[in-house]
Antibody, heavy 116, light 110 residues
Framework: QVQLVQSGAEVKKPGASVKVSCKAS????????LNWVRQATGQGLEWMGW????????GYGQKFQGRVTITRDTSISTVYMELSSLRSEDTAIYYC?????????WGQGTLVAVSS | QSVLTQPPSVSAAPGHKVAISCSGG????????ISWYQQLPGTAPKVLIY???KRYSGVPDRFSGSKSGTSATLAITGLQTGDEAEYYC???????????FGTGTKVTVL
């Protein structure tokens, strides 16, 4: 069965960076795009960016341009999302989600808390 | 960041019907396929509807989607207490080259 398993919760100080991983299994890793979506407490879903694991091509939301980097390691079917220059407003649950026009499988979410 | 507009909340009694609208410009709703996602409290979203009106595998036929012009609608019939959740529409914005989500609608079963 398709699974996206994310790394554990993180606590970071303002100005630091965080790197969250998303390990895919149950399907051909290079056949589907992977996206990153975040959700602050009590707020809606916010798309951050995507990667094509086959080509390595990426695309980022305008809001996150220059602060987010998505990479992958095809040998272990894992995609990473790194967010830099963290601020308190970045405190949220971060999800990876498979797909392009339809996001059909989601990871369990990773809480990133930014606090001094 | 562009968003799709949804009503903040809708409610109805068990067994009744609710409809959730999702509106946006032509670059979002008008020219692209809409998906609908259900997010139960404390869990990750899951897809219910894709390509405007196709039910994802395993989704009950109480859930249906439609689109007309620059507005899409998710309808839930035979409302159940287990349907209490946040619902989001979503689509790929071809102008921005970004995935865009709706503002979210909380469904309450009275």
């Amino acid at each position: 069965q398709v699974q996206l398993v994310q790394s554990g919760a993180e606590v970071k100080k303002p100005g630091a960076s965080v790197k969250v991983s998303c390990k895919a299994s149950g399907y051909t890793f290079t056949s589907y795009d992977l996206n990153w979506v975040r959700q602050a407490t009590g707020q809606g879903l916010e798309w951050m960016g995507w990667m094509n694991p086959n080509s390595g091509n990426t695309g980022y939301g305008q809001k996150f341009q220059g602060r987010v980097t998505i990479t992958r390691d095809t040998s272990i079917s894992t995609v990473y999302m790194e967010l830099s220059s963290l601020r308190s407003e970045d405190t949220a649950i971060y999800y990876c989600a498979r797909g392009s026009t339809i996001l059909d499988y989601w990871g369990q979410g990773t809480l990133v808390a930014v606090s001094s | 960041q562009s968003v799709l507009t949804q009503p903040p909340s809708v409610s109805a009694a068990p067994g009744h019907k609710v409809a959730i609208s999702c509106s946006g410009g032509s670059s979002m709703v008008g020219n692209n396929y809409i998906s609908w996602y259900q997010q139960l409290p404390g869990t990750a979203p899951k897809v219910l509807i894709y390509d405007n009106g196709k039910r994802y595998s395993g989704v009950p036929d109480r859930f249906s989607g439609s689109k007309s012009g620059t507005s899409a609608t998710l309808a839930i019939t035979g409302l159940q207490t287990g349907d209490e959740a946040e619902y989001y529409c979503g689509t790929w914005d071809s102008d921005l080259s970004e995935y865009v989500f709706g503002t979210g609608t909380k469904v309450t079963v009275l």
